[in-house]
């Protein structure tokens, strides 16, 4: 039987840097998110409540962006059905940023430099890097 994850994150931009975290878990730099759990209202709660858990932060969605739905684990190549689902966010409270365990850094990426291949970063930002959503 095959394993499904629904994960809801944030992208937020702000003067052409992205917001990203890192942790131990994966090799690449990634948006805060994660997956959807029993107590959340919808894919929206989820986005806002992973936000805050992550990196402290409090954000305001704009709107939907792009899903994007992946076969496998990109660190173990398990099979799977992982849907990332995406919301353009704006950042309330960029002072109190900080990592929260288990993410140990929270980072602001050039954009243009993520293009260049400066950086590794997650499939899905890559993806929305392509679709436009990420300029």
């Given at each position: 039987m095959v394993k499904y994850i629904i994960a809801s994150g944030p992208v937020i931009i702000e003067r052409g840097k992205l917001l990203v975290n890192h942790d131990d878990k994966d090799d690449f730099y990634k948006l805060p998110g994660g997956t959807l759990e029993d107590y959340d209202k919808s894919l929206e709660?989820?986005?806002?409540?992973?936000?805050k858990e992550e990196n402290n932060g409090l954000i305001k969605l704009i709107k939907p962006l792009s899903p994007m739905m992946l076969r496998?684990?990109?660190q173990t190549g398990e099979p799977m059905v992982?849907?990332?689902?995406?919301?353009?966010?704006?950042?309330?409270n960029k002072k109190d940023l900080k990592?929260?365990?288990?993410?140990?850094e929270v980072a602001w990426l050039d954009i243009s430099e993520i293009k260049k291949g400066k950086y590794?970063?997650?499939?899905?930002?890559?993806f929305l890097i392509e679709?436009?959503?990420?300029k």
């Open positions: 709660d989820a986005c806002i409540r992973e936000t496998k684990n990109p992982i849907l990332l689902i995406h919301y353009e966010a704006k950042l309330l990592p929260i365990d288990p993410i140990k590794n970063v997650a499939p899905n930002i890559k679709k436009g959503d990420i």
